[in-house]
């Protein structure tokens, strides 16, 4: 069976698992960015068609700048206490089973059916039935094949999300996963009613206050090795209410780092007030920061990865940066 073929025969098998149950429970991974709360939207208007009962639940507060997105505002913020009704559950964008969060442990003790729909190709397929597919730009783009093999055509809600989740995760069309295929679905949902330049404008240019007051201080901390190849930045804890910003201010700031002539990796170290260090790891192509960021207990992409780092933030750049380093020897 060719790979076509074979991906086509998992999709086939979504669309059955989506018609098999009467409720679902929906959920992406935690500290969610434009892909996963886009895949969200889009997953629960597909499972709408078929008739069944939704809940949407993450971990994390919701980035603002997405507020426009369909059923954003029915979003579940996970909660010990909560009552949730569901049969079978759909995790979308999450590299490992852990980043659903605390709702992990109620999914388990309910043995529940799980579909795992991803693009990161660190994802070890812990559902039930997985469709990880590396090479798509975004979740989105997996779920637009999705939908492709239904009787439905997304509505102009269901095709503003999926360009959304695609718009965010390629940078704006600009990173290395643009591809034809990206391409493709872009003109698709334009075609479908989407405003290209309003959600550019909305998600890409426009910013806060706070995310201009935080940029600042951050670029401010810019430090780079001796060969200026690596350079990174750290967040404090403090940082954000300092500049009157919120965590989702946070997310490109990297890229300026990476957007140094010279420079192969970026990296963004995020002090949390758990004592926890959030590293955001971006690669130029020469390294794979992906594997990089599985040494830590992280993962990612090639180009795009993420970990957290147990130790004080000093010791934390620290080895970091030296792994980084021996990786560009």
């Not at 994802?123 to 979740?139: D, M, P, S, V």
């Not at 700031?253 to 971006?282: C, H, P, T």
Request: net charge negative; aromatic share 6%.
């Amino acid at each position: 069976m060719s790979i076509a073929a074979s991906y086509e025969a998992q999709l086939k098998e979504a669309i059955a698992f989506i018609q098999g149950y009467s409720s679902y429970l929906v959920v992406a991974h935690e500290n969610p960015d434009g892909d996963a709360i886009s895949s969200c939207a889009a997953m629960s208007w597909l499972l709408e068609q078929y008739g069944k009962q939704v809940t949407i639940i993450n971990q994390s507060d919701l980035p603002k700048r997405l507020d426009y997105l369909y059923r954003y505002d029915d979003i579940i913020q996970y909660k010990d206490e909560l009552d949730l009704n569901f049969e079978a559950v759909i995790a979308l964008d999450c590299a490992d089973a852990s980043r659903m969060g605390e709702v992990l442990a109620r999914i388990q003790d309910r043995k529940a059916p799980l579909l795992n729909i991803d693009h990161h190709p660190t994802n070890n397929g812990f559902g039930t039935l997985n469709i990880i597919r590396a090479e798509a730009a975004a979740t989105v783009e997996i779920i637009y094949d999705l939908i492709k093999l239904t009787p439905f055509t997304p509505n102009l809600a269901c095709a503003k999300a999926l360009y959304s989740g695609l718009l965010t995760d390629t940078g704006g069309f600009r990173y290395s996963n643009t591809s034809p295929a990206v391409m493709s679905m872009a003109s698709e949902l334009l075609a479908l009613g989407v405003s290209a330049y309003e959600l550019a404008d909305h998600l890409l240019e426009k910013m806060t206050m706070g995310r201009l007051k935080l940029l600042q201080t951050a670029l401010a901390r810019i430090t780079f090795n001796e060969a200026q190849t690596i350079g990174w930045v750290t967040i404090l804890e403090e940082d954000l209410a300092n500049c009157g910003a919120v965590s989702e201010d946070i997310e490109g700031i990297v890229n300026y780092i990476l957007n140094v002539e010279g420079v192969e990796v970026g990296i963004l170290f995020k002090q949390s007030e758990n004592g926890v260090i959030k590293a955001s790891i971006r690669s130029a192509g020469k390294v794979n920061v992906s594997q990089i960021a599985q040494s830590f207990g992280g993962g990612g992409h090639v180009r795009a990865a993420g970990c957290r780092l147990s130790s004080d933030l000093d010791e934390s750049v620290k080895s970091l940066v030296e792994a980084v380093g021996k990786a560009l020897a």
